[in-house]
């Protein structure tokens, strides 16, 4: 399917469990992010990346752990769950264009660590 | 870093208008975003201004005044499907934005 794509999109998980979250984009864009969203704080950034093996941290991203081995892919992991990282998590990319960097998100993935 | 703010809630009558405020601080500004996000659904983009003034898009529209670190997003004729959260976003010189918290718009029959 064209687009930006997330796997899974609902997980639930246990505390000190490691879980890996997928994005898989088709338009080979540059950019690729990790939002989190939580109520009150709206969207923020936990990683991002500007090209295949180039990655780099945001505003959130102890506990995370990015690879970016191919320009489609950019897995999030989770290296040891905790309950504070219940959360909805959005992948997103973007590429240069005249509307500047507009960003284009997945649908988003539900994890709820119990 | 940067501080964006936006009011938590708005409510208004279906066919009416509706003007979301944004203002911001930051340095290095390199344009404005705003996103539309229902319940359950990932945000999409409805708006970028970079330059001072008013874009219109259909029965939306967005103000920037980069001199004041402000920005609206103005919803005309409102339908029900308008229900939604807006989010203003902005960008710094590079490809990266940051977030406001977002105004949940309720639009009332």
């Known amino acids: 399917d064209a687009g930006i794509t997330q796997s899974p999109r609902y997980k639930i998980t246990e505390t000190g469990r490691q879980v890996t979250l997928m994005c898989h984009q088709t338009w080979s864009h540059s950019y690729m992010f990790w939002y989190r969203q939580d109520l009150g704080h709206g969207l923020r950034l936990i990683y991002y990346s500007a090209a295949a093996d180039i990655t780099d941290k945001g505003e959130v991203p102890d506990g995370y752990v990015v690879s970016r081995s191919k320009t489609e892919n950019f897995p999030l992991t989770l290296e040891s769950a905790t309950r504070s990282q219940t959360s909805v998590y959005f992948c997103?990319?973007?590429?240069?264009?005249?509307?500047?960097?507009?960003?284009?998100f997945g649908p988003g993935t539900r994890l709820t660590v119990l | 870093g940067q501080n964006i703010d936006q009011p938590t809630e708005m409510t208004a009558t279906e066919g009416a208008i509706v003007q979301i405020n944004c203002t911001y601080q930051?340095?290095?500004?390199?344009?404005l975003f705003w996103y539309q996000q229902h319940a359950g659904e990932a945000p999409t983009f409805l708006s970028y201004n970079v330059l001072d003034g008013l874009e219109e898009k259909g029965r939306f529209s967005s103000f920037l005044s980069r001199s004041k670190g402000y920005s609206y997003l103005l919803l005309k004729e409102l339908q029900m499907k308008d229900s939604a959260s807006y989010l203003c976003?902005?960008?710094?010189?590079?490809?990266?934005?940051?977030f406001g918290a977002g105004t949940t718009v309720t639009v009332r029959a």
């Open positions: 930051t340095s290095g500004f390199n344009g």
């Open positions: 976003a902005v960008s710094k010189n590079d490809y990266k934005l940051s």
């Open positions: 997103a990319s973007s590429d240069r264009s005249l509307g500047g960097y507009e960003q284009f």
